[in-house]
Structures are given as structure tokens and as C-alpha cells.
């Protein structure tokens, strides 16, 4: 049975002691205590940064010294077959607990929740019944793993029960009552001490999600040509790097033109602003360049500082444009949407972003390794150093080839014109972008003659004809139109994907101890 008075709070570095829990600055030394079940329900939007829905979720505790400690906090989704229940609570518990062994702060306690909206005809006591052998297989298998489970709550449709107290004085057969959010003490000390709740998961995912409006033809159709016009010179050396630096210099144009907008309240109002501020033509080149494995990853260079914030807008606004029969595409501008949030310390959108670029393409290694990472808890900081040698050495050869061939001009000719000579003109160079460097596997696709993704090796530079191989069809996809008909890949893309790094950064980050189990943690 559950000692109501040994529950957790709501500060990621909180400690839980035998009645009250630590929250916000150390410099301030405020504190809220924690006494009942309410209050560790009202905890939970503030221990994950936003509102679960359809989910369950483990938070660890760590006994230091009479005085707990919040660890880690692993979320997956409620199967909808009951007959998956078992494996994902083994999953998720199996996720938390070895994580924080790989950490060094294996957890000694845990606090579970279930998290699910009644059904049309259900009430939230229908469901706190229907969840209730998930919540047992949780306590379970983390009993299994000698972790105990000290409370374990089912919140839905604006209640709370808990499964560890049969006392209906303190925990009504009816629920109890959540209290209205941002009203608690709790609410008031987490905003003192800078903890935001970003809404429910779904408002998050809706900022990635693709268009779905009288616009998708015209994005489509956009998205067609520039296939047709890109990936052929993609697949040639001779055109394949100016089709990068074609890519990032309209990226850079269109970063600065974000920068340069005057600011909007509101998530959605200011995604229609910046979805305003991109043409389709635009959009299409982008994601098509983007499908380059070198030109995502020296994009991935605008990743702190003033350039991070409108970078991050952008790869939101392309992950919006993947739409149709182009899902898959979301996979690069979603995976950088990703990196600049985790870069710039917004784990929980990296790890959504992430794990949206898995469901578009789950054989896309960088994000694969990304995720893994992100999850962990790792420092991003290793892979930063590794884009920013990159992008200092790629500028420096930029400087010194520009060098080379204005020394090899006449005066004259600094006006743009064909020298005698046959050399290019300073004009003729191409421009300089904030990016690092690496190496990509090209992707298109087959509808209305579009070319189908492509391979980036050397024995297999051409397009595999369409039907030569179905197109994958999966369940489960975090991002819808991530498969559809006519879409192919050539094993050789697959092989390339798989045996390479995802990049020079993400190699950097995987020695620096960049890896972990895959997971929703």
C-alpha cells in the first residue's frame, strides 16, 4: 500500500523527502510539499513538460540519504491491442531502469501513471477499470526488476484514482477532481522557477504535422518538379555539390527572411506566418536538396545563436510541406527540426521530432542516432564541436579557393566578366552559407514521373526503374502519407543507409558516448 505522504514533486531536480519536495532555484531554497495523491497528479504535466494523452508513464525516485530524487521519466503510448499491454510495459520499464544504470543512478523507487480520455459511452471510472491490467503489468515488471512501484494512478477525463489506496475517504470509487491547471501552488512555485507545460503532445505534433489543406495540390505539383529538375543532377558528380550549395544558399535567404519578421503570438498564428513567408517552388527545392545526406548535415550547422531559432522555423515549415505521396521526405527536415531544438536545450520537441522522422523513414540512421542519444540525456555539445570544425574548415577552404582565383584574374575582370583565360569570374563563385560538411543518399519519389529516391554510392548512381520494388507499406506511423502508392527505394540507398554513420557529427557524438536503446522515453 501507497504511504500517501512519500510522494514526488514537480522539479526535474526536485527532491522528494518525508513530506515535502524541493522546487526551483537552489539559490531560493523554495519548497512545496507534497501530501496526497492530488498533488502528485497535478505533478505530471510539470515532471514531462506537457500533457500526456494516451499514455503511460514511469518517473524514477532515488532514496539519497532519507531525502528522494526525481531521475528519469519514460513515456510510451497505451497500446490499443491489450495483447501488446505486456511486452510495452516490460518495454518501458526495462527503458527507464537500465537507462539510469548506463547513468550510474539505477532507481530505487517508481510512480506510474496511465493516461486516457473516455471513448464515446465511457466515463473516466470505465476507463480507470479497463486500465487497470495495464497498470498491474507495470507494477509487475518493475517489481520484476526489484524496483517497487509506491503509487500508481490512472488519470482521465478530468479525474484521478489511485490503485494503491482502497481508502474512499482519501480515494472516492468516483475519482477525484483535478484541480483547474495553473491554479495549484505547485503551478504557481514550477512557473517561479521557469517550468513551462507546453500543452498536450498532439498540439506539438501539429506544428510537424503536413499540411492537410487546398494547398496540398499545388505543393504536390511543385514538389513533382523539382524532382524532376534536382535529382538527376544529385546522382551527377559533375553537378551534385552546386546542387548543394544551391540548397543552403536559398536555405540561408530564406533563414534571414524568418529573422527578419516582425514576431506574432501564438504557435499557430505564427506557423501561418512563416508558411506565408515560403513559396511552394521554394519548399520543394529545399526538401528535395535536403534529401542529400552532405547538404542536411552542413545544414545542420545553424544550430545555436541568432541563426537557431528562424533554422528551427524553417525545418518546421519543410516537415508541413512533405505532403502526399512525399511523407518520407519529412524524414530530413524533421531530424533537423529535431537536432536544433535538443542543440538549443527544448529536449522535448527534439525527442518528438525525432521520433517522427523514425515513423517517416525508420531506417533513417541520423535521426536513429540522434533519438538514441536525446533520450539518454547526453550533452549535445560533442556533435556542436564536430559541425563547427566543419563549418570553420569549409570556410576556410571557401577563402582560400576564392584567393586562388582572384589571383589569377586581371583587375577587370572582378566585374563578373569571362576573363580571356577561361577562368571563372569572383561573380560566377558560389556564395558562401552558414553550414558544416558531409556526405547524403539523395531522395525522390516515382509519382507523375517524379524519380524515384536515390542511391548514393558508386556502383549504383542510377535511379531503379518504378516497380521494381513495392513500396513499404508500415502501421504505426507517427506521421501520416509516410508511405503510399508508387513510392520505391533502391536497396543500394537502403544499404547506404545503414552501413553509414548518419555523418562525420553523428560519428563524433556516438564516440563521445552518443548511443542508447531506441525508445518514446
Not at 552532405?294 to 545542420?300: H, L, N, S
Amino acid at each position: 500500500m501507497t504511504n500517501h505522504s512519500e510522494t514526488t514533486g514537480p522539479s526535474e531536480n526536485g527532491d522528494i523527502t518525508r513530506g515535502a519536495v524541493p522546487l526551483g532555484p537552489s539559490a531560493h531554497d523554495t519548497q512545496v510539499t507534497l501530501r496526497t495523491p492530488a498533488e502528485l497528479a497535478d505533478a505530471l504535466p510539470y515532471l514531462l513538460g506537457y500533457r500526456p494523452e494516451d499514455s503511460m508513464v514511469l518517473v524514477a525516485l532515488h532514496d539519497r540519504a532519507g531525502r528522494g530524487r526525481f531521475g528519469g521519466r519514460a513515456r510510451l503510448g497505451i497500446p490499443a491491442n491489450k495483447d501488446d499491454w505486456e511486452s510495452a510495459a516490460r518495454q518501458l520499464a526495462q527503458g527507464l531502469v537500465t537507462g539510469g544504470e548506463r547513468r550510474g543512478a539505477r532507481p530505487e523507487q517508481m510512480v506510474a501513471y496511465v493516461c486516457q480520455e473516455p471513448a464515446p459511452g465511457e466515463s473516466g471510472r470505465d476507463v480507470m477499470h479497463r486500465l487497470a491490467p495495464l497498470t498491474q503489468l507495470l507494477r509487475l515488471e518493475c517489481g520484476r526488476l526489484d524496483v517497487p512501484v509506491i503509487e500508481a494512478l490512472c488519470v482521465s477525463d478530468g479525474r484521478f484514482w489511485s490503485y494503491c489506496c482502497p481508502t474512499e475517504e482519501c480515494c472516492p470509487p468516483d475519482g477525484t477532481p483535478m484541480g483547474l491547471p495553473g491554479t495549484s501552488v505547485l503551478a504557481a512555485a514550477a512557473t517561479y522557477a521557469g517550468i513551462q507545460v507546453r500543452g498536450s503532445l498532439r498540439e506539438l505534433r501539429a506544428r510537424l504535422l503536413p499540411w492537410e489543406t487546398g494547398a496540398v495540390p499545388e505543393q504536390e505539383i511543385a514538389l513533382d518538379s523539382a524532382g524532376m529538375a534536382l535529382v538527376p543532377r544529385i546522382l551527377d558528380d559533375a553537378f551534385r555539390a552546386d546542387v548543394a550549395e544551391e540548397t543552403l544558399a536559398l536555405a540561408g535567404r530564406v533563414i534571414d527572411r524568418y529573422a527578419a519578421a516582425t514576431p506574432v503570438s501564438g504557435t499557430h498564428r505564427a506557423d501561418a506566418r512563416d508558411d506565408t513567408l515560403l513559396s511552394h517552388d521554394e519548399a520543394a527545392t529545399l526538401i528535395l536538396g535536403l534529401q542529400d545526406r552532405t547538404t542536411r548535415d552542413r545544414a545542420a550547422a545553424w544550430m545555436e545563436g541568432d541563426e537557431a531559432g528562424p533554422a528551427l522555423r524553417l525545418w518546421r515549415a519543410l516537415a508541413r510541406r512533405c505532403v502526399g505521396p512525399y511523407g518520407e521526405h519529412a524524414a530530413a527536415p524533421l531530424t533537423l527540426a529535431g537536432w536544433v531544438a535538443w542543440s538549443t536545450g527544448d529536449d522535448l520537441e527534439a525527442r518528438e521530432a525525432f521520433a517522427m522522422a523514425l515513423g517517416a523513414d525508420p531506417d533513417y540512421l541520423f535521426a536513429n542516432l540522434l533519438h538514441q542519444a536525446c533520450n539518454e540525456g547526453l550533452d549535445p555539445e560533442s556533435i556542436r564541436r564536430c559541425l563547427r570544425t566543419e563549418r570553420r574548415t569549409e570556410s576556410a577552404e571557401r577563402t582560400a579557393g576564392r584567393m586562388e582565383l582572384t589571383g589569377r584574374m586581371e583587375p577587370t575582370d572582378r566585374v563578373g566578366r569571362v576573363p580571356a583565360d577561361g577562368t571563372a569570374a569572383v561573380g560566377d563563385a558560389a556564395p558562401a552559407h552558414h553550414d558544416a560538411d558531409e556526405s547524403a543518399a539523395a531522395r525522390s519519389g516515382t509519382r507523375r514521373g517524379r524519380p524515384p529516391r536515390t542511391a548514393d554510392t558508386a556502383d549504383d548512381r542510377r535511379p531503379r526503374p518504378a516497380g521494381t520494388r513495392p513500396g513499404r507499406v508500415r502501421s504505426g506511423h507517427t506521421r501520416p502519407g509516410a508511405a503510399g502508392p508508387g513510392r520505391t527505394r533502391t536497396r543500394a540507398a537502403e544499404k547506404a543507409e545503414r552501413s553509414e554513420t548518419g555523418g562525420r557529427a553523428a560519428q563524433e557524438g556516438r564516440r563521445s558516448g552518443t548511443g542508447c536503446n531506441e525508445g518514446d522515453e
